[in-house]
């Protein structure tokens, strides 16, 4: 895992790099030498004015999109713009997979400017696709205190979220617009991209590997791959109580439960076993203070805090308010420290704080913070990220507490599902471009993707663990569009098999032959 392969710095000679500066600069001397080599060449048509959009387009996200996301990066050590591995393969994705489409074109005498302007619109409405998708399903990720940073997090896509269907989707539904609205036949153009969209996809996943995204469950295979500390899996892991030695689970009334207990783990060392009904889980104090301020289920309940003394103090969680506010020292109005042997310090008081009005002073010594009990999987999840080496899970079948030495740096082995996913691309990339010259029908090389990748990506997922069963079904959101997918390949399979046999763009053909293009229409 990769996420961060460099920094560009803020500004060089002076200069800032993006916004109003260098970069903006470069493409504006780019977009004008080449405007004017395809007025040029071609006069003022409608591909250089689609040209001319883009430009526009690309300059306005390095004028303001850029900065924005820049100052979201940017932190105390780091004042730049970094490039994340997820991005670098995602544009060498695109770039492959649209030179490889330009290239075949060329050799059928098909006009590559067909395949760079349609793989521009493409681009931008699929990254829009894959962004809608991924924010809808994971809404509540992108939730802050302000309208400003919210935008911000959805906008900002230089560390992943981005979901594959929804970029198909936006991706051709954009395509195939576009090639309506030119007169330019549909199925042969589809035929002519598919195995450059798949290649796109196999280069694309790679981008998940170094991001740590798209991660699939725990495994004792050879080639199993653990991921470090603030990675994807490693946060997932933290979440279950993995990392403990248990897996949190819900049972049929979705009430928290223990699914799993390693042996000889801590949790199992503890008397925890699979099966017990969790009623509540208590943290050590200082992580039980951050579980209090960022959950939102805690929100209007009490949290009782057991001073050194003896004495109990009742603190009542206000409402909540955005993941901008989920700070203690913001949301509760205190902050404490915990030290390595005995209770933990409360170092900061906010005045008329809901701590300070509970009670508290500066230097009290806390020896516990009690939590609410937990109503679901969800709540048990959220708190358990919190957790520390001291844990202390409360069943009905009784209390099970331990403390570890620590928890370890790396995730545990888990199935390298992207590279799966890059491997399963790749062979369908490879059996497309081998088909194409085969093909007797156009649509067919289409109908083919999208016929095999959704019966793939249907067994990635059973492997994979990132994305939650949706509506009852047992199916994640993936496995249920690319059921919907089978069911329009069927439909397309059906069309194909009534058109005549033939191909608008036979195999073989070279520009030089002058074969007959399809019109252009404004």
Known sequence: MRQTLFTIPHEAYGLPVFGLGWVLIVWALFGLGFMAWLIRKQGWNAETRSFLGFVLAVAAVIAFGLPIIERAQA??????????GYG????????SGVG??????????????????????????GILGARLFYVIEYRDQFLRSTLQDTLVAVVNVTQGGLVVYGSVIGGVAAGMVYLWRRGVPILPTADLIAPSMVLGLAIGRVGCFLNGC???????????????????????????GQLHGFRIGQDASGRPQVDFVAADSPAA??????????TAIQLSPEAALQAAATVPEFAGQEVTLQLASGEERRLTVPAWEGEGSNLPSRRLGLQVMD?????????????????????????DRLVAVRLPPIPSADVAQQVMQWAGAQVRVETERGVHSWTQDGLPHRSLPIHPTQLYSTIGAFLIFLFLWVYYPFRTRDGEVFAWMITIYPVVRI???????????????????SQLISVAILLGAA????????????????????????????????
């Open 269 to 278: 060392q503890a008397g925890l076993r699979a099966g017990d009904r969790i």
């Open 214 to 240: 798209c991660f699939g469950g725990v495994c004792d295979l050879p080639w199993a791959v653990q991921f470090p500390e603030q990675s994807p899996p490693y946060f997932r892991q933290h979440q279950l």
């Open 491 to 522: 439909c397309l399979w059906a069309y194909i098999a009534r058109r005549p046999r033939g191909s608008i763009w036979p195999e073989g053909k070279r520009p030089q032959e002058k074969p007959t293009q399809p019109a252009l229409t404004h």
């Open 459 to 477: 067994f990635e997922e059973i492997i994979r663990i990132d994305e939650p069963a949706q509506f009852g079904t047992g199916l994640s959101i």
């Open 339 to 363: 030290l390595p042997k005995g209770p933990a310090i409360v170092s900061h008081l906010t005045v008329d704080g809901p701590a300070e009005q509970a009670g508290l002073t500066m230097n």
């Open 88 to 95: 670098v393969m995602l544009l060498l994705a695109v770039g």
């Open 100 to 125: 490889l489409a330009a290239w075949r074109a060329q050799r059928m005498g098909v006009d590559p400017e067909i395949i760079y302007s349609l793989a521009f619109w493409m681009f931008v409405f």
């Open 75 to 84: 932190g105390p050590e780091n004042q730049g713009l970094p490039i994340r």
